[in-house]
Structure formats: C-alpha cells, structure tokens
C-alpha cells in the first residue's frame, strides 16, 4: 500500500497528515499539529527541528512527501487564451501574464494554473503566482526537517482537492470554501464541482495578534502583578481580536457570495482552518456556513480527528494529491523539481528497463559469439582445404601429393611454427591456431607470401611484364616463309636465296615492327605463271593482320636452258607482331 | 547527480550497475558485432576468391620454379656462355662462334637493350639451315629474356639467283636482352 504525507506549512503553525492506501481506499495512520517557535536566532532552523521531531513520531514515508503553503503569497489572475494544449499552454503562459503581474519580475515568480472554463474555442485559465523565495524557504524548512517534498501547492489547491474527495461539491449547486490561516483566508467558489475563482484575504486568524511583549523586569518597588488577571484579559483581548477577524472575514464571504455568478445556487459556505468564533453556524446571505468535514465517519486505528479537524484539510488534502486522489493538480515546484521529481517515481520502472537492457545486451553478445565461432570455423575448413590442396594431405587414403612444390621457406617455416605452437587435439587434428592472426589472417599470410614468390619468380624470369621483350627477328621470317607453303605447287615453286630480319624499333607515335627482307626466285613453266605466282604471295601477305605492308621492288625474268621464271630482290615485309593473334599458349 | 547518489537505493544501485554493464556489454557486442559481419562478408566472397587466388599461385609457383630450373640464362649472368653453349647443341653444331661484346642501347628511359651480335668463326664457310634454324629457335626456347631481333641468311658459294645451291648458308645473328636500366649488369 502506497504512504503519503501532506504537510500545511504556515507563517506560524504546521499540520502534517499520513495517509496509507489508495486515492479511494485510505486511512489517516497519524497525523500533527504544531506550532514553530518565535523569536530564536535562527528561526529556520528551529521550525525545521519541530518538523523533523514531528515527521519522527509519526513515521512520516519520507520519499512521498508535498507540502501546502500559505495561499496568502499568492497572487490571482484570470485569463483567456486560446483552447490550447497543456504544454502549449505552459510554454506562453508566463509571456501572456507576465503584464498582469507588474509588481513582481516574472523570471522570479512561480506561474501555475488551472482551467476553470473552456468553449467556443477559448479556455478560462486561472492563474496563480508565487515568488520562487517565499516558496523555497518553505521547502528549505521541510528538506532540512529530512522531508523533503516531491510537490508545493496553495492551501487552497490542497483544500479543494480534500473536498472533491470527500464529495462536498456536486454537480448541481455551488459552494464557498474557506480556509482560515495565519495570517490569510483562502476563499474558493465552486459551482458545479469546478473552481470558479480563487482568491486570498489578507487577513487571517493571527493578523491582528498583539504583538509579544518583552519580559518586563520587575520594578523595585513597584506593586506586584496580578497574574490571573493579566491572563484574564489577554484572553479577552485576543478573544475580542478573533472576533474582528470573524466579522472581517464574513463581510469578506458576504462580498465573494454577492459578486459571484454561479450557474447553480450556493449549497453552503464550508469553512476550514483556524476556528474563529462566530463563524460556523452563522448565516450569510441566506447561505449557511458550516465547518469542511472531510473525513469519514467511521475511525480509522489512528482515528479521525474529532477535534480541531478542521486545520488538517489541507494537510489531508496534500497527502491524498499524493496517492493520487483529486483533480486539481498544484505544481509549484515544477521549475527545480521537474527532473528529480518524476525520476524517483520512475526510478523502479527505470531499474527493470535497464535489467531487460543488459540481458538484451548480453543475449545478443551470446548469439553474436556463437556466430562468430561458427563463421570463424567455416573458415578454418577453407583454410585446411587450401594448405591440404598446397602441401597434401598424407593421411588421405591414398595419400594426395600437394600442387605446390616445392614448399617455398618463407611458408614452410610459418606453418611448422604454428604446429608446434599447438598441440595436436584428441582427433589427431592440429588446430593450427596462430596467437596473433584470425583464421582469415592466416590465409591472408600464406596467400601475400606465395605472391611474393611468385613476383620473385616472375623477375627472375622476365614475366612481369614491366619490360616489354622485342619483337623477335625469328618468329616474324617464320611467318613470312610460312606463307609460301598456301601457294599452289601446280604454279611452280619458290627458291629463297637471301634473308635478312630486322627488328625496329618503334618511332614516335608508331608501334614496334620487324622488316623482313627476301631475295626470292619463282620458278614457273613460264614467266607469266612466275610472275602471277610471286603476286599472288604478295596478296596472301597482304591479307595478314600482323603484315604492315609489302615493298616489291620488281622482278625480272629468266630463262635458262629448261629453267624459267622470274627473281626478286629487296622483296620487303614489314610486320608488326603485336597484331598477331595469339592463342593460350602463346604460339601463333 | 549529488542528490542520486545520497539517496542511492536498490532501484538506483541496480539503474547504475545496469548502465556501467550496459556499456560494457554494447561495446563488447558492437565488436563482436561488427567481426561477425566482416566474417559473413567475407565468407561470402573475400575467402572463396582467397582460397582459389592461393591455389592458382601454389600451381603458378610451381610450374614458374620449374622453368626457373630449365631457364639456361639467369639474370643475365653469362650470356655469352649460354649462347656458346646453344651453339655446340647436339641439335645445331655451328661450331666455335664469335659474339662481339655487349652492346647497350636505351631505346626509351629506364629501358636499356644489350645486344649480342653472333657470327662463325670461319665466315666463308656456310652452315646448315635446319642446324641453323634450331639454333636461333634454341636461343628464344631456353630463355625468356632474349630475343633474336636481327638474322641475316646468304646462300653459300657465288650462285647465279636461278642456280640451286647445296642448302649451306652465311649467317650473322643478333640477340637482345631488354632490361630495366635499374637491373643491368
């Protein structure tokens, strides 16, 4: 069950209440009235004192505490503003009063507000103001008294909030609520179970208290006082003030009854606080005034306070706004208490969602693990299926050669080094794990080490292809004299008598070439045969993509004895064997 | 922050252990996290191509060793042995041949071409063609760096162009060794 504690905190006195239960369901577990002591050094210290010796009798719950202060601080406004949002309204509220406020700095005030009306697409704020210093020396006597509050509020907020509970108002009449304090009289009008305007009487039970006179020395000589009798007419004398206040106040409830514009008829004026003679019973206006009797009939184990209650409706009324119960929310420390506050009542919800953020956490560090095992071992297997493929695997059935041979040091060495660094596991396996490289690091190493070699290799034997060999004198008479064997023999035969091959290299803007230089003899039945012989060679070289060009420096003829024909000389090739189409192997 | 610690409770201790192993374990599991994803990706291609990159270079490794074992010039460090030896090859016979000193040319910058011209020492007398044939073919087939860029091949004897002649030819070779000017001897 949740425990509350109002505490009313006065210029003078205080009250606190404990409830326990629920904003329906409660009970009065203890309650106090006390008076702060007058005239010592350091006043707030010894109210904070008495408070804390009260919050210590009775059992106060200190982390659920609020306190009501005295509504006489306050100052009331009414205003119309657009149907807003609550946080829209909180945020303007304070620009749009702020001129309603002249005799205080609006950064140093306290803006709180309730609806009072709304329609037509206006809303009826009733707006009160407190400064921050009168609200805090308050709350300095309760933190230092060890309780300190989770929420301030107006007397009169607390008193409205106590009769809603307990069903005072209703929907159908209106009443006056009052509560007399120290030094001001909260005056609330309710119509319909709803505020309709507030205000604060400066005048209260001890306005007009005589102030305390300083202990007289006793006068040599000077005839000795009646004590009873002084006592007799102090009595008379504050009996007499209390009546001023009395009839002041009425006049006050008389005004508020008159000036007031209720949709229903006034039910009651329901007077709570300080008892002030000739007040409760009384008539005004036709309205009675009786006493605001919140609490239940039937006792509770600390009982109802049959009497004097009526000084503890606002501290009932603080403590039930706590547990939840009534609908008028005073929030006087929403400026330093916003933060702290609303942590403390969520700092269970809070501490179960960070449980369930670390075993979130750590359920997926687990499954993360475990996937980063079962990726790491797939892993592993291509690395095994690699060096198994590079250097064999002699426990194979039969065993498999490795490809690669021999075994270059730099690898060898490494892969010995991580055997021994690892013992061989139950299955004869050796895990091959390396202190300082993943399984993918492994692979990466063998694989960068092979490629050194390889590179090494590779220059040794001019493979790298930075240098491009020349193009060879050999390979490209090869293919010039290939081309005399597509010439039909029917047409006779050729005779190569000279060769000369020479590579060139390239000049600006051209490309490598070779130029083959024949001296040729076409033997022929004739000349003419010969000569279509030799230019039929020069077409077939000329259909070659690697010939550059073909230079003839023309033929002539021969005929000797049963040998004719024609010889050419100088007969020119260029070729250029980058154009060769080359397949796989290389060849032509 | 003051205020939280004096007022430090069961739900406010265990908020605050929550949070220190909460951070704990994000950045236990953001590391975790991110070595699974680079592991996935990288099953997904990185050690598939990995593994088939190392096996193409353990059988490019071997098959380039086994030429470096065949290969007769190495780094060019005696050319002219190695091209006398190709000369008394069982296949060519040219007998004593005479190769004119390295010659170096620079047909474009950091490149540098060392030539070799070959002639017989017995100049008017001819060689065989196919002995010949083999031999120039010999010197391109036993080493990768050299090339013959120059041949010349002249009937043997004073022959009329339409006479057959006895297959003997005069012959001058010249072989290059291109390099990176950085690497020659």
Redesign the interface.
């Known amino acids: 069950m949740a425990r509350s504690c109002g505490i009313r905190i006065g210029p003078r006195r205080f009250e606190l209440v404990v409830l326990d239960g629920s904003p329906k369901r409660h009970r009065i577990t203890a309650f106090h009235t006390g008076e702060f002591p007058r005239g010592g050094d350091d006043p707030l210290a010894e109210a904070a004192a008495v408070l804390k010796a009260a919050a210590k009798q009775c059992n106060v719950p200190t982390d659920n505490v609020a306190i009501a202060v005295d509504t006489g601080l306050a100052a009331f406004r009414t205003l119309k503003m657009p149907d807003l949002d609550e946080s829209k309204i909180e945020a303007v509220l304070k620009f749009e009063v702020e001129s309603e406020l002249p005799q205080w700095n609006i950064d140093d005030v306290v803006i709180d507000f309730q609806k009072i009306a709304s329609g037509s697409g206006e809303t009826s704020l009733l707006v009160s103001a407190v400064p921050k210093t009168d609200i805090a020396r308050e709350i300095e006597v309760a933190t230092r008294a060890g309780v300190e509050p989770l929420e301030a509020e107006l007397e009169a907020t607390a008193m409205i909030n106590a009769a809603l509970a307990a069903e005072i108002c209703h929907m159908d009449d209106a009443q006056v609520l009052v509560h007399v304090g120290e030094v001001s009289t909260a005056v609330v009008v309710m119509d319909g179970a709803r505020v309709r305007s507030m205000r604060a009487v400066h005048i209260g039970a001890l306005s007009r208290e005589p102030a305390q006179a300083a202990p007289e020395e006793e006068v040599e000589g000077a005839p000795p006082v009646d004590g009873e009798l002084v006592e007799r007419e102090a009595a008379e004398e504050r009996e007499r003030r209390l009546e001023q206040v009395s009839s002041r106040i009425r006049r006050e409830i008389l005004r508020t009854l008159s000036g007031a514009r209720t949709a229903n008829a006034f039910e009651a004026v329901h007077v709570c606080g300080w008892p002030l003679p000739g007040l409760v019973g009384a008539t005004i206006e036709g309205v009675p005034v009786v006493e605001l009797d919140v609490f239940e009939e039937d006792v509770s184990d600390a009982g109802k306070p049959v009497e004097g209650a009526g000084p503890l409706v606002v501290a009932y009324g603080v403590a039930l706004g706590l547990l939840g119960g009534g609908s008028v929310l005073g929030r006087l420390r929403r400026e330093e208490l916003r933060y702290?506050g609303t942590f403390e009542r969520v700092?269970?919800p809070?501490?179960i969602g960070?449980?369930l953020?670390?075993t979130l956490?750590?359920v997926?560090?687990i499954f993360?693990?475990r996937?980063?095992r079962t990726?790491?071992e797939?892993?592993n297997l291509?690395?095994l299926?690699?060096n198994n493929?590079?250097l064999g695997d002699m426990r194979a059935k039969p065993p498999a050669p490795?490809?690669?041979?021999?075994v270059?040091d730099e690898i060898e060495k490494y892969i010995d080094r991580i055997r021994a660094e690892n013992e061989v596991d139950e299955g004869g396996q050796n895990p091959e794990v390396d202190e300082i490289r993943s399984r993918?690091e492994q692979?990466?190493f063998?694989?960068n080490q092979?490629?050194n070699?390889?590179l090494l290799?590779?220059r040794?034997?001019?493979?790298t292809g930075?240098?491009?060999?020349?193009?060879?004198?050999?390979?490209a008479?090869t293919l010039v004299l290939a081309v005399l064997t597509e010439l039909d023999p029917a047409d006779g035969r050729p005779?190569l008598?000279?060769?000369?091959?020479?590579?060139q290299?390239a000049r600006t803007g051209g490309t490598d070439s070779v130029q083959v230089t024949l001296?040729l003899?076409f033997?022929a039945d004739d000349s003419v045969t010969a000569t279509r012989n030799s230019e039929r060679f020069t077409q077939l070289l000329r259909d070659k993509p690697w010939v550059v060009r073909v230079e003839s420096r023309g033929s002539?003829e021969?005929a000797?004895g049963e040998?004719t024909?024609i010889?050419l000389?100088g007969f020119t090739v260029v070729c250029d064997l980058s154009k060769l189409p080359r397949n796989a192997g290389g060849g032509a | 922050m003051k205020a939280f610690f004096r007022n430090l409770n069961l739900a406010r201790g265990i908020v605050l252990g929550s949070l220190v192993l909460s951070l704990v374990l994000a950045v236990t599991g953001f590391r975790l996290h991110r070595e699974r994803v680079a592991l996935e990706v990288a099953l997904a291609q990185e050690v598939p191509d990995l593994a088939r990159e190392t096996q193409v270079l353990s059988r490019r490794y071997s098959m380039l060793y086994k030429q470096a074992e065949l290969e007769g010039l190495k780094g060019q460090s005696d050319p002219e042995s190695y091209l006398r030896g190709l000369a008394s090859d069982p296949q060519v016979r040219l007998g004593g041949v005479e190769i004119t000193k390295p010659q170096a040319q620079r047909p474009s910058k950091g490149v540098i071409d060392i030539k070799y011209r070959i002639v017989p020492q017995t100049r008017d007398r001819g060689a065989n063609r196919k002995n010949l044939a083999n031999y120039l073919w010999l010197i391109e087939e036993k080493s990768r760096r050299v090339r013959v860029t120059q041949f010349s091949m002249t009937r043997e004897g004073n022959l009329k162009p339409w006479e057959y002649g006895n297959d003997l030819w005069k012959w001058d070779v010249e072989v290059t060794s291109r390099q990176k000017e950085s690497e020659a001897p």
């Open positions: 702290t700092e269970l809070v501490a960070a449980l953020l670390v956490l750590a997926f560090n993360e693990l996937q980063v990726y790491d797939n892993v291509w690395r299926s690699t493929f590079m490795g490809n690669l041979s021999p270059p993918l692979m990466q063998v694989r092979l490629r070699q390889v290799l590779d040794e034997l001019g493979n930075e240098i491009t060999q020349p193009q060879s004198a050999l390979e008479s005779a008598r000279r060769i000369d091959s020479q590579y290299f001296d003899t033997y002539k021969f000797e040998l024909g010889t000389d």
